[in-house]
């Protein structure tokens, strides 16, 4: 059986557009494979603790007997969020758009798992060429011709992570516009708002089934262990 990574760093659970979209996804993924195991990780809601990036990057340059508590706690938790992560056969990261940049809490998540050598920059990770999909959502809009364009500080710092840093094959739904209903000023751009939000939801129905057909046919691959 195919075991599904889930994150979730939205900090609302009613009305998340990237919550929705990854339920669908998953339900997509699930029914095309039959059956699925998912382990689910949620940050928004559920934040990280804020002292454990700096206790696993100083902890681990420590012997295990002389780290602090804080050291050890965040040693721990980056173990337990890289087993998380070996474990599982593909990834769903739903990740919004915050303050023009990237979510904090996935920031930190991110920092805790480049302190764990499995997921360290500059060899290669234990999930490399893994399938994973990235949702994520914004409330404006940011393409060319926008009078934000070039705002989006957040994707590309996704991507990267994903894509370069963890090599991830990666795939991205993105959702524009997703204040436009609740917005009087952007009331103008609610049909593109909702374009956009059913062009998200065919792709994440879509990249479901897609992702069941690649993980029923081939085993989970360990470019890690190849690369040893
Ligand atoms: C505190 C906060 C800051 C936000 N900052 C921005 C922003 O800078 N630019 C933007 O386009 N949308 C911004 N948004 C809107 C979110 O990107 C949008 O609501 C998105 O749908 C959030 O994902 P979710 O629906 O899964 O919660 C912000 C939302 C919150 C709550």
């Known amino acids: 059986m195919s075991t599904i990574f889930r994150l979730d760093a939205s900090i609302r659970d009613t009305g998340s557009v990237t919550r929705a979209i990854a339920d669908r996804l998953q339900a997509s993924v699930v029914a095309g494979l039959g059956n699925?195991?998912?382990?689910?990780?949620?940050?928004?809601?559920?934040?990280?603790?804020?002292?454990?990036?700096a206790g696993a990057v100083f902890g681990s340059h420590m012997p295990a007997e002389q780290r602090t508590s804080q050291q050890s706690e965040g040693i721990a938790l980056a173990h337990e969020l890289a087993d998380e992560l070996e474990a599982a056969d593909a990834y769903i990261f739903a990740v919004p758009?915050?303050?023009?940049g990237v979510s904090q809490h996935f920031k930190a998540y991110v920092d805790i798992l480049l302190a764990e050598p499995r997921f360290a920059?500059?060899?290669?990770?234990?999930?490399?060429g893994r399938p994973a999909q990235l949702i994520t959502a914004r409330g404006g809009g940011y393409g060319p011709g926008s009078p934000r364009y070039g705002w989006d500080h957040g994707t590309a710092w996704y991507r990267r992570v994903l894509e370069d840093i963890w090599q991830l094959e990666l795939e991205v739904i993105e959702c524009e516009l997703?204040?436009?209903?609740?917005?009087?000023?952007?009331?103008?751009?609610?049909?593109?708002?909702?374009?956009?939000?059913?062009?998200?939801?065919?792709?994440?129905?879509?990249?479901?089934?897609?992702?069941?057909?690649?993980?029923?046919?081939?085993?989970?691959?360990?470019?890690?262990?190849?690369a040893r």
Do not use: C, H
């Open 97 to 100: 758009f915050y303050n023009f």
């Open 121 to 128: 920059p500059g060899k290669t990770p234990v999930v490399a």
């Open 178 to 226: 997703t204040l436009a209903e609740v917005t009087p000023a952007m009331e103008g751009l609610r049909g593109l708002a909702a374009e956009n939000l059913s062009n998200a939801n065919a792709s994440a129905q879509r990249n479901g089934r897609s992702l069941a057909r690649r993980l029923a046919a081939a085993p989970v691959l360990d470019l890690a262990a190849q």
């Open 36 to 53: 699925a195991s998912i382990t689910r990780r949620e940050i928004g809601l559920s934040p990280l603790p804020s002292t454990a990036w």
